[in-house]
């Protein structure tokens, strides 16, 4: 599939702002009275960040290659 560069940035400026609301909901949990009790809701959390991180990898890649 092709898209355009506005859809790519687009993309890109949502998955960042999830990015940084994982981020801080990793931060506000290990920061939590027993974080060991909430340890299944980081795992979770981090491997979104894992993930949502290689997308945004991706996305700027593709639009390197769009903008030669």
Do not use: C
């Amino acid at each position: 599939m092709t898209y355009s560069t506005e859809e790519l940035l687009e993309a890109k400026r949502q998955i960042d702002s999830t990015l940084h609301k994982l981020q801080e909901t990793v931060r506000t949990l290990e920061g939590k009275a027993s974080p060991a009790r909430y340890k299944s809701q980081i795992t979770l959390a981090k491997r979104r960040i894992n993930a949502l991180t290689i997308a945004v990898s991706l996305i700027e890649r593709e639009l390197m290659h769009a903008a030669e």
